[in-house]
């Protein structure tokens, strides 16, 4: 809780108001002088308030005691010890780099100044602690931060030699973390059990509960503590929880995540999964696999793309110039490959481009490829989410996301 007011003279300053509580509550009184004086910011933090006078900082009490000067407190809503009291993290605002220390509910150290370069908050029981490399390994630059994990009584459970990755389902953090340095990484959960042991060279996390384990240049799918393949295959890229990408003797295929195959193992690259299409490459061709896995469009286009709003660029090459133009979902040119440029513009919108003399020029396209305006504008701008604007010399012309005229100026 934020709440302004004047400091008291009690606290040694030449001035004397009173502090108050957000509820207006006085929590000390003392004399009230002219006005004038400057103004404080208080923060709350249950035992104690966090004062600000310009660039000095302090730590009082609600009986108005200055307990420490040039120290802030932090502190997240559910942190405590085992006892039910509160912990803090403690900095240090007078000294280059800001140290930090883990206190108690009565600013008694856990963790002292300097221990460590710094300590994070890692979850309500356990808190991440950073140390800069000391030992010269050749894999990571010498001033490269590492991290350790120590519990709210100060214990270190893992030595600050790791980097320390959180996971996520979806935008969601999750309770696991990946650790991992230069000899080997694994996964601990919230309560710092070990869920894949420390025997890998490296873990990623495409989307919670699945982990990436690569060992010795292979790479095994893992849901949570469960292999879900074996280490047969280069590469595997998430597409969806149950459509993965696999790379083996340098070919791409699909399976789910059974380890099913869905395709052979014939294709050179493969794309995300966009509007129930997969671009696929395939002797330097691009094509594109349906929904079910079948090919829909065969590889026979230089470049080929996924629109944002579901439509499906294609490219031509010729002397390292690029020409564009859209097909359907069978691979029916719906243009030309004419346009210098193509790209969504709306949900049922494209802004196609023509390179005439010196300058480009911009019209617009529906999504089945029909001309709503001609390649003859200057330029085509979103000014709004609702609206494009087109400009032809001095002409402003508004338009909506269907390409309806709305206004000229």
Request: hydrophobic fraction near 40%; charged fraction near 25%; charge should be negative.
């Amino acid at each position: 809780m934020w709440i302004s007011i004047r400091l008291p003279a009690k606290l040694g300053f030449p001035f004397t108001p009173s502090l108050l509580s957000g509820g207006g509550k006085p929590l000390w009184f003392d004399k009230l002088t002219t006005n004038g004086f400057p103004y404080f910011w208080v923060l709350q933090e249950v035992y104690y308030l966090i004062l600000t006078l310009g660039d000095d900082i302090f730590i009082a009490n609600f009986n108005g005691d200055i307990l420490k000067k040039d120290m802030r407190l932090y502190r997240l809503s559910d942190l405590y010890d085992n006892n039910n009291h509160p912990i803090y993290i403690e900095t240090l605002t007078n000294e280059e780099g800001y140290p930090t220390a883990l206190v108690n509910h009565e600013l008694k150290e856990i963790v002292p100044f300097h221990r460590y370069d710094d300590i994070f908050v890692l979850n309500a029981n356990y808190f991440e602690v950073k140390n800069k490399r000391l030992n010269q390994d050749e894999a990571m630059p010498i001033d490269d931060d590492r991290y350790g994990i120590i519990d709210n009584q100060g214990r270190l459970i893992f030595e600050p030699d790791y980097q320390i990755d959180k996971t996520y389902h979806g935008k969601v953090m999750a309770d696991y973390y990946i650790l991992k340095n230069k000899h080997h990484a694994g996964v601990i959960d919230k309560n710092m059990n070990v869920l894949l042991p420390f025997d890998f060279d490296d873990i990623y996390l495409p989307d919670m509960p699945f982990f990436i384990v690569k060992k010795d240049d292979k790479v095994v799918l893992y849901q949570y503590d469960k292999a879900m393949t074996g280490f047969d295959y280069q590469k595997i890229e998430f597409i969806t929880p149950t459509l993965w990408a696999v790379q083996k003797d340098d070919k791409w295929a699909l399976i789910n995540e059974q380890n099913k195959p869905l395709t052979k193992f014939i294709y050179d690259d493969m794309d995300g999964l966009k509007y129930g299409m997969i671009p696929v490459l395939r002797q330097g061709k691009w094509g594109v696999l349906d929904e079910h896995y079948q090919e829909i469009i065969a590889p026979v286009h230089d470049g080929l793309w996924i629109l944002d709003n579901g439509a499906i660029g294609v490219s031509k090459s010729s002397d390292g110039y690029h020409k564009y133009g859209l097909v359907d979902k069978k691979g029916v040119a719906l243009t030309q490959i004419e346009f210098d440029d193509l790209s969504s513009f709306g949900a049922t919108t494209i802004r196609v481009a023509k390179q005439i003399g010196d300058k480009q020029y911009y019209g617009l396209l529906d999504t089945t490829g029909k001309e709503i305006f001609p390649v003859k504008y200057d330029f085509i701008t979103q000014s709004n989410g609702a609206v494009e604007e087109m400009h032809l010399n001095d002409e402003t012309i508004t338009i909506n996301k269907a390409g309806k005229i709305l206004a000229n100026r």
